[in-house]
């Protein structure tokens, strides 16, 4: 990390040194010795563990089935961190704090759009309050009976996804409105601070609203092929918005506007972009593609709870950091690499230490290349 | 590691000035900081570029150019803020290149900055405390063990002294006990001043230390920094001001688009075509 | 700090006016707060009614988790407030020490196995665990900028959560282990208090209060027990404060302020902010730890769940609140934070039940359809638990909103060692400037 980089910016010196005395004496380390050295060791651990898979091919310890399985998952866990990834990134970028209220954006959307999914599509079965508190209470009517599975509701589940990303729309401009607009000229940290009231805040209204229980919401779905129904529907949906954002921030004015905001504040109001206009954008972008995350996760978990964003935030955080915060196209990477990640530690972790791995990662970016994997390159 | 000047560098150095023999109280090495081919770039500008001079010990060196000639850039490099990519810099003897800021400082080279960097919540008199060297509190465990802080509290005693003292000489006493971020440009700039000398440096480079500054104190420090320099001082000086840098500066060294356009008296320096077009705009 | 008292050099001021060491005055305005907080509780109390043992719990535990909280706020006042450094990974570590203090202390025969050591042995081990673990961070994000080191101490307190939540390392080799979800399960912290129920002076003394709790106010003695404890924690918390204030107002102090302030100027002064970096923030890590095993040692068992980040923000609210970057306010605001917020809602919800029958029912969407027209407020009366983070979350975004220096903030807290005022070398000299606008602290001067 070049010292430069962090001048006039009042925050942290700079320096890619170890200690003082390490570089008082005449053979230090060179300034980026540092990231070279983690990234020599984790290339190395690359190739191991690709030797190691191999060996694992070969003495059956594994099967190419189960490898091509993980590779599954790590793309279907991209795409939902994807979509919120793509949220935060563009928050961090264009209002310039980290969000730590965001997972909670992608809970309002999973119960909002649940909610919505359940009173279409289980009108009849059970009373309006069970419906639209999504099963508040155990005791009533079971995720089976309400049948709502891709096959059997789609309309429903449509509409659900659409409520999904409205409400967390709606949700977002309010905050944004009641909390962050005041606070446009205050520093990031005193606006990350003020995120975290706003989780809280958020998460609770939630749990007061729709109880803190966790409870089943979908019924299963036959298989397609080897995958499963609302997998694959998750990431057909995911893959379809990416193609759409991309499309926007490639072919139309907001999207250069945005793209130009991100890069350069100072810059962009100077030459007349509009910024609140397009500081709205970004929050109905980024809230709607994490409310529809959230509902999406619902859908391929079944279950869900007021923690849901919250427990994935961090991993969130992880895909942001590590495509180069600011970087749309950037946070699309780190997701996959995220997803990857974790699911293809598996190989190698029990699986309550999957996340362990991708936090380590996370970690070794933000320390040794803070400008993310693709640091430094000019993207969106 | 020996600090011999370069034979160009040499050649640069026009015609002869008057050296101030009286100030060599020191050994015998001439320039006491001497900065060869610094080279430094971001991203694809070219800030600093391959340059190169000598500051002799005991003078008053005025630096100018326009803006965006690389003034401050060069300080930056030559202190550690920034990491030139090429060349080297030696002070004192000792090559201090690619040295962090600390290093820099305690080895004598101090600097004040062209926007002044005061801690704004701090008071004024915080601010002076903080800048000697050597202090036995900055220790964690002489702060705080009772045996061992006696020693920290006499050498408070005696810094505050200082503090006031110097406070008083840049008549900004009254303004002791005001945070930093409450002064106006000119105070900081002069707690800036302040502050850098009480760290009892070798050299001192100022970056445009009057901006801001009253016409009767300038004329007070200036005469101040005279005396520093009979003392044995250096010091650099970025100004933009011209009679202070005709009047108080025995060499002049000046610098365009990254590199040292010409150095030599004053006199030599204003009556040069190129230096008057630099500043005018022209390409050179 | 005391005032200039006439020193041995005879160098300063004739006699000084009696005022208080400012520390002396600061702990008297904790001592204010936490008694018009009793009084305030306790009023309420018996206007609702309420059963005096409740009561006396109540107050306990409300200053239990004030002195907890005052520990871990001092100690990230002493990371972020003083030195800028932005740790969101608190219980982290804390729970590094009181997990290696459990290893230490729990019985060799138990599952998990300990090395079945004393108490204290542990509780060093747990401060230098936590010690070792704030280096481990410290070194290499040592030029990190504020927001990203934020997010790797989050990531750390999480690795650790996630470490000791596992089921693979639940049991290792030697029937050691993390314990997985159910945790370790170790000798608790507050058997020091029948420990100094058997030893002969702090026996009495121990004793007599119990005696007193018993008889003078009805308070059984397991309650009675608790209060003692506190009141061990209470010391502590008085400890570490006088250690930080010590801090504060040194040239140590100075530094970090600086580093906070403007790092490169400070460097450009030659100040060695790195070391003082890892200096402070090893320092701060044992403090949490000390903290948490404190805190956790408490209980018989600890495990995962005690881990979660919603700790460390309960901490920083505790921060934020008392003004960052003021040691008195750390130890007010961790009290007025543990009474307001963390455990005075269940005792309002208490208050308000005893004054009408609350019938909550098990919705919000059954409160609307209920005939009652109370329901909904009833409902949320219920909910009392969770609308405790609801006023958490708005409290903190009012706070960062208006009045980003917390309720102290505004407090002019010298670094140095000495009162900075004038001192003329003649007699007579004026030190009368008083720096802030509180009473008697003029920047403190230390008491050598």
């Known amino acids: ?380 | 590691m020996s600090s011999a000047d370069s034979p160009d560098v040499e050649a640069q150095r026009g015609d002869a000035e008057s050296v101030d023999e009286d100030a060599s109280v020191r050994s015998v090495d001439d320039a006491v900081l001497n900065v060869s081919n610094l080279h430094k770039h971001f991203g694809g500008i070219v800030a600093v570029d391959d340059t190169s001079f000598s500051v002799e010990r005991g003078s008053i060196t005025g630096l100018i150019g326009p803006n965006g000639a690389g003034k401050s850039t060069t300080f930056n490099c030559i202190t550690g803020v920034y990491e030139p990519e090429e060349g080297s810099v030696t002070f004192d003897g000792t090559d201090i290149t690619g040295w962090e800021p600390h290093q820099v400082a305690n080895q004598g080279l101090v600097r004040t900055f062209q926007i002044a960097r005061e801690l704004p919540e701090m008071t004024v008199l915080e601010n002076m405390m903080l800048a000697p060297k050597d202090q036995l509190g900055e220790h964690l465990w002489r702060s705080v063990l009772p045996g061992a802080r006696g020693a920290v509290v006499e050498q408070e005693r005696e810094l505050r002294e200082q503090a006031w003292e110097t406070l008083e000489f840049f008549e900004i006493d009254h303004l002791a006990e005001e945070y930093a971020m409450n002064l106006s440009g000119g105070q900081r700039k002069l707690l800036d001043l302040a502050r850098a000398l009480q760290t009892d440096p070798e050299m001192l480079m100022l970056d445009e230390p009057m901006a801001g500054v009253n016409p009767t104190l300038e004329e007070k420090i200036l005469d101040r920094i005279h005396a520093l320099r009979e003392d044995g001082y250096t010091f650099l000086i970025v100004e933009h001001d011209m009679d202070l840098i005709m009047e108080h500066c025995e060499h002049v060294i000046v610098m365009h688009q990254g590199g040292v356009l010409d150095e030599g008296t004053p006199e030599a320096i204003q009556s040069n075509e190129q230096v008057i077009e630099a500043y005018l705009g022209g390409e050179v | 700090m005391s005032t200039d008292t006439v020193g041995s050099d005879g160098e300063d001021n004739a006699p000084a006016p009696m005022v208080r060491p400012s520390w002396f005055a600061d702990i008297g305005r904790i001592a204010a707060v936490v008694a018009v907080t009793y009084a305030f509780f306790i009023i309420l109390g018996l206007l609702a009614g309420l059963n005096v043992n409740y009561m006396m719990s109540f107050l306990e535990r409300i200053t239990f988790y004030g002195a907890v909280f005052a520990m871990g706020a001092l100690a990230l006042n002493l990371h972020w407030g003083y030195t800028g450094m932005f740790n969101i990974g608190v219980i982290g570590f804390m729970g590094v020490g009181v997990y290696a203090m459990s290893f230490v202390t729990a019985s060799p025969d138990a599952s998990p196995a300990g090395l079945g050591l004393p108490i204290p042995v542990g509780i060093l081990v747990g401060f230098l665990a936590a010690c070792l673990a704030g280096l481990v961070i410290a070194l290499p994000a040592l030029r990190v900028r504020a927001d990203y080191f934020a997010i790797i101490t989050l990531g750390f307190s999480e690795i650790v959560r996630l470490l000791v939540l596992s089921g693979s390392l639940r049991t290792l080799p030697g029937g050691y282990g993390t314990g997985g979800g159910s945790g370790i399960s170790a000798p608790r912290t507050d058997s020091v208090v029948p420990w100094l129920q058997s030893k002969p002076v702090t026996g009495e003394i121990v004793d007599s209060i119990i005696w007193a709790g018993i008889n003078l106010g009805g308070v059984p003695d397991s309650v009675m027990e608790n209060y003692i404890y506190t009141g061990i924690l209470i010391g502590v918390v008085i400890l570490i404060f006088l250690l930080l204030t010590r801090i504060a107002y040194s040239p140590f102090g100075r530094v970090l302020k600086a580093i906070r302030e403007d790092e490169l100027a400070a460097r450009s002064l030659g100040k060695r902010t790195d070391r003082a970096k890892v200096v402070v923030f090893v320092l701060g890590c044992g403090l949490m730890g000390l903290a948490g095993m404190l805190w956790l040692g408490r209980r018989t068992l600890v495990n995962p769940n005690n881990v979660r980040p919603i700790w460390t923000f309960y901490i920083f609210v505790a921060l934020i609140v008392g003004g960052a970057g003021s040691n008195t306010g750390s130890v007010i605001g961790g009290f007025v934070f543990a009474a307001f917020v963390y455990d005075g809602p269940r005792y309002l919800q208490r208050v308000i039940e005893s004054f009408y029958e609350v019938q909550a029912p098990p919705t919000i969407a059954d409160a609307f359809v209920s005939s009652n027209p109370m329901a909904v407020i009833d409902y949320l009366v219920n909910s009392m638990d969770e609308i405790r983070y609801i006023i958490l979350g708005v409290v903190l975004i009012v706070l960062m909103i208006k009045r980003p220096q917390g309720l102290l903030g505004h407090r002019k807290e010298i670094a140095a060692a000495v009162d900075l005022s004038r001192h003329d070398t003649s007699r007579g000299g004026a030190n009368t400037t008083d720096e802030s606008g509180t009473t008697g602290s003029s920047g403190g001067e230390s008491d050598e």
């Open chain 1, 1 to 380: 990390m070049s010292r430069e980089s962090q001048i006039g910016m009042g925050e942290n010196l700079s320096g890619g040194r170890i200690s003082d005395s390490a570089s008082a004496v005449r053979d230090r380390l060179s300034p980026t010795s540092g990231a070279d050295i983690v990234g020599l060791f984790v290339a190395l651990l690359m190739v191991l563990l690709v030797l190691d898979i191999v060996r694992q091919l070969v003495t059956g310890e594994i099967t190419f089935t189960s490898i091509l399985e993980y590779l599954w998952w790590g793309l279907r866990d991209a795409m939902y961190i994807a979509l919120a990834a793509v949220g935060l990134s563009m928050t961090y970028s264009i209002l310039r704090f980290a969000n730590f209220s965001h997972g909670d954006l992608i809970t309002t959307g999973a119960f909002g759009g649940w909610a919505a999914a359940y009173l279409v599509g289980g009108w009849g079965i059970a009373s309006v309050g069970e419906l639209v508190l999504v099963r508040a209470t155990s005791g009533g009517v079971s995720p089976g009976e309400v049948g709502l599975q891709v096959f059997a509701s789609p309309v429903a589940i449509l509409i659900g996804m659409v409520v999904a990303g409205a409400v967390t729309v709606l949700v977002a401009l309010a905050i944004d409105q009641l909390v962050y607009k005041r606070m446009r000229d205050q520093g990031g940290i005193s606006m990350l601070i003020a995120s975290v009231g706003v989780a809280l805040a958020l998460r609770y209204s939630l749990a007061v609203i729709f109880t803190n229980r966790k409870r089943g919401v979908t019924a299963s779905a036959p298989d397609v092929g080897p995958f499963t129904a609302h997998e694959l529907t998750l990431v057909l949906i995911a893959f379809a918005l990416i193609v759409g954002l991309h499309l926007l921030l490639q072919r139309t004015k907001l999207g250069k506007s945005m793209r130009a905001m991100a890069d350069n504040k100072d810059l962009a109001l100077i030459t007349g972009i509009p910024t609140e206009r397009v500081i709205t954008a970004t929050w109905i972008i980024g809230a709607a593609f994490a409310g529809i995350s959230g509902y999406l996760i619902v859908l391929d978990r079944g279950s869900v709870s007021i923690n849901l964003g919250w427990f994935l935030l961090l991993l969130i955080f992880a895909a942001v950091i590590l495509g180069g915060i600011g970087s749309i196209y950037g946070a699309l990477v780190g997701s996959l690499v995220i997803g990857m990640t974790v699911n293809v530690s598996l190989i190698w972790l029990p699986s309550d230490l999957a996340n362990v791995s991708a936090f380590i990662l996370m970690i070794l970016i933000l320390v040794f290349k803070p400008n993310g994997l693709l640091g430094g390159v000019e993207t969106a």
